[in-house]
């Protein structure tokens, strides 16, 4: 078996068919999966780093850094290396970052082109298996309760309102983020308590097995 916990960056080793693509970053024993949309709309081609490079980008890492998702952001002395095995400048903390649609398209990405590169985030996501999702943006989150959840059909996805807010999903939790090209004042805060909030719960809501099967062995399931 391939262990791919000691790489930070596509530690799948994906490989869409596209000239540019931003590959998941990040813990593959992650508990916090940070879902965008494409790399045209949230950025990171760059660093080949999901949410860096735009206007937006600092506030919206820090933000996660300061409720404890990212160990931190080295800025550095320059970009960071393209090999798959460069770190670069953001140490995640049990958390990743990957995208709906990694490559980037020429525009908006077609509904074709979205169903396309859902076998990869299908994969990715269920491979990670984190406790908790963090859909970035109308589109991102509009996608996680339909998938994941059974609230698409009783969930306006009005991200004022959901944004930072605790959902219910189909064995995740789910915590919408609101596009942080959108954010008003407050909206990092809002987003730092919600999360430290979470974080101070039983967020993983698993349940040992083990003493129903033989040995010692703990077996967590939720």
């Not at 002395?77 to 090999?83: K, L, S």
């Not at 605790?166 to 987003?191: H, R, T």
């Amino acid at each position: 078996m391939k262990n791919v916990t000691d790489r930070t960056r596509n530690p799948f080793g994906m490989r869409p068919d596209c000239a540019a693509f931003v590959p998941g970053y990040g813990d593959a024993n992650a508990d916090f999966h940070v879902i965008g949309d494409h790399p045209g709309v949230h950025g990171g081609l760059e660093e080949r780093i999901p949410f860096t490079g735009e206007p937006w980008s600092p506030a919206f890492l820090g933000a996660l850094t300061d409720a404890g998702l990212l160990a931190g952001i080295d800025e550095g002395d320059g970009p960071a290396g393209t090999g798959d095995d460069d770190p670069g400048r953001v140490s995640t903390d049990r958390t990743y970052l990957s995208y709906l649609h990694m490559c980037l398209a020429d525009g908006e990405p077609t509904a074709a082109s979205y169903d396309d590169m859902d076998r990869y985030f299908d994969a990715e996501l269920r491979a990670i298996a984190a406790h908790v999702l963090l859909p970035v943006g109308a589109k991102a989150t509009d996608h996680v309760l339909r998938q994941y959840t059974a609230r698409a059909w009783k969930t306006e996805v009005d991200m004022d309102a959901l944004h930072g807010e605790e959902l219910l999903g189909s064995g995740w939790l789910v915590l919408p983020i609101k596009d942080p090209a959108e954010w008003d004042d407050g909206d990092a805060d809002e987003l730092v308590e919600g999360l430290r909030r979470l974080r101070s719960t039983d967020f993983r809501r698993e349940t040992d097995l083990g003493r129903f099967i033989a040995g010692s062995d703990p077996y967590l399931v939720r």
